[in-house]
């Protein structure tokens, strides 16, 4: 109800300016601090006390006095606090909260009719999963998710890499060096065992002897060659080494889990002219200039040109990357791209070149992230050092067991828990724990990964928040109602006979307050890009919970009063697990 409450405020809001002739362009619609009982207030009497010449305070009277709150279905009354004007909730606002929160899919929005490509991840076939980049696939998958849950028609792309050095270097030394020239792989996965070749590849033209480094140049020029001129058996040689790799990396991110409806190859913009045809275009445009022995554009803003195609006709990465994202505008209404933080000049230099193409560039956006640490210190992909994302996924998994297993003797829940529950309970919470450590910070700011913070069920964590929807799936199931799998049981429906009345307690109000926010918070995290404004929230309404459940006995509670508060705990336990889904995180039924 909060979002519908909004669009009723700004109405109200826009009439009463407009009868003291004020203007109402701005509104100052905003959320007041905890300790105000408004659901919304407005802050445009600082905006307008200049213009009227009369203090804030005296201007927000005139304004509340100018609203007629028996007008509005959710604003039970309209009041001044000092320059505010604070709408406070009605009695509907609460009961149809309480009665939407019920449904299973509370929280999605409607369809917005408007298609959206998200690529992310996208990093370079060459070997295993690395920890310093985990934040691509986990914010890129968790903005997915938003995305879809505001209405939106998501794909999820990863763009693969398959025509560049890197893998004409792989490819070359696949197809030289034999098995017993490398190291047993690190795990029975084919990345792990890919990437001893191309590790390989790498130390020999780093240390072998000038006259054999020059032929392998020159194999590694002709495989890059014949990927420009079209030849299908350069393709296929290169293909086969993307596709083993791909295929091994798509399952460690399955485990995040991150999926993708297409791996979108470079090489098909090649392969269908796309690359040349742009290419073309580029020559065309006055920014075009030949310089040392390139084409390049001399782009206004960067003080580094844009180099697009090479002395020998090859073209490069951006060059492709620029045909990639025209196809993206003629196929989606909206792209958005998720990238390190040292991929920004890039960005900004293929924005600015689409924009020269005749694009509109508004269509898209980039997320940019920081680096993801360990307090071992640095990764290095090429050098084969630093921790692989599986690792890490399998150390969360070990760490959650001990947790959940030191947990068993103090359950109040009378459900025993086998080794097949406590095993998935493992996985559901340890890989939740990285998951949610990622995606609750703000993309730009640098990531420490520490287990004791991650795994802290007492904190405001994974454990934490999934902890509580545990919590009202055990209360839920004490009282006889059914609870996700739980279905052969026949209990009488938590959504029975609604009646908010009784839930008249300060706790009880402010987790229906709370409940009440969800769908506000996915519309804005996908307006604004921002998964982790979402995982805000679940720590928000998981605190909120447990005030509620300190301070409000559920099943001993008199008759009206208990069926509203199991109603209460069924609604936040839609809105916990249906957050914790927007953001990839599973919400266990038992903990």
């Known amino acids: 109800m909060f979002r519908q409450t909004r669009s009723e405020v700004e109405t109200a809001l826009e009439a009463a300016l407009e009868a003291l002739d004020l203007p109402s362009e701005d509104l100052g619609i905003e959320e007041p601090p905890e300790d105000v009982a408004a659901v919304l207030a407005s802050s445009a009497a600082f905006r307008l006390a200049g213009e009227v010449g009369a203090p804030p305070p005296a201007v927000a009277a005139d304004i509340a006095d100018a609203i007629d709150p028996g007008d509005l279905t959710y ?137 054999r480094v020059e032929d392998a140049e020159s194999e590694i020029q002709s495989i890059l060659q014949g990927l420009e001129a079209g030849d299908e058996d350069a393709y296929e040689r290169v293909g086969e080494v993307v596709d083993t790799v791909l295929g091994g990396m798509s399952e460690t991110l399955g485990r995040l889990p991150a999926e993708f409806d297409e791996f979108v190859k470079e090489t098909r913009f090649m392969r269908n002219d796309a690359t040349e045809d742009l290419v073309d275009r580029l020559k065309a445009l006055d920014q075009a200039v030949y310089e040392e022995d390139a084409w390049q554009l001399d782009l206004p803003g960067f003080e580094k040109n844009l180099v697009f195609l090479r002395s020998d006709g090859t073209s490069l990465y951006t060059t492709r990357d620029l045909a990639h994202h025209e196809w993206k505008f003629d196929t ?134 999934q902890y509580v929807h545990a919590r009202c799936c055990g209360i839920l199931s004490e009282a006889g109602h059914a609870v996700a799998e739980d279905k052969e049981r026949a209990p009488e429906s938590a959504a029975a006979d609604l009646d908010a009345a009784p839930l008249e307690s300060e706790a009880e109000r402010d987790l229906l307050r709370e409940i009440a926010r969800f769908p506000a918070v996915i519309e804005q995290a996908a307006d604004e890009h921002r998964p982790h404004v979402v995982a805000t929230y679940t720590r928000t309404l998981a605190e909120q919970f447990n005030t509620f459940y300190r301070e409000c006995p559920v099943l001993d509670a008199e008759s009206d009063t208990r069926q509203a508060r199991l109603a209460l705990v069924d609604a936040a336990r839609h809105a916990i697990a249906n957050a914790l889904d927007a953001i990839g995180i599973a919400a266990p039924r038992s903990m």
């Open 75 to 211: 604003v039970d009354s309209v009041e001044q606090r000092g320059p505010y004007v604070n709408f406070l909730p009605s009695d509907a606002y609460f009961s149809e909260t309480l009665a939407a929160a019920q449904a299973d899919d509370y929280g999605r929005l409607p369809d917005r009719e408007t298609s959206v490509v998200v690529e992310h991840t996208s990093a370079n076939p060459t070997g295993p999963v690395h920890v310093g980049r985990a934040r691509n696939p986990i914010i890129g998958d968790a903005l997915s998710r938003v995305l879809d849950y505001a209405g939106y028609d998501v794909d999820r792309h990863y763009y693969v890499n398959d025509a560049g050095r890197q893998m004409a270097v792989f490819t070359w030394a696949y197809e030289t060096f034999d098995e017993d020239d490398l190291p047993e792989p690190e795990r029975e996965s084919p990345e792990y065992e890919m990437v001893r070749y191309y590790r390989k590849g790498n130390s020999f033209l780093e240390e072998a002897d000038a006259d």
């Open 332 to 465: 989606y209404d909206r792209a958005v791209t998720v990238l390190g933080e040292d991929h920004k000049l890039q960005a900004d230099q293929l924005d600015t070149t689409l924009d020269l193409l005749g694009h509109d560039t508004d269509q898209l956006s980039q997320v940019f992230y920081s680096w993801v640490n360990l307090p071992e210190g640095g990764m290095s992909t090429r050098e084969g050092t630093g921790i692989d994302l599986d690792d890490l996924l399998d150390e969360a998994i070990d760490r959650a067991r001990e947790e959940v297993e030191s947990r068993i003797d103090t359950r109040n829940r009378d459900d025993d828990l086998d080794e097949t529950d406590i095993e998935r309970i493992a996985h559901q919470v340890g890989i939740g724990a990285v998951r949610y450590d990622i995606v609750s910070k703000q993309p730009t700011k640098g990531i420490t990964f520490e287990w004791d913070r991650a795994l802290d069920f007492e904190a405001q964590s994974a454990p934490y928040v």
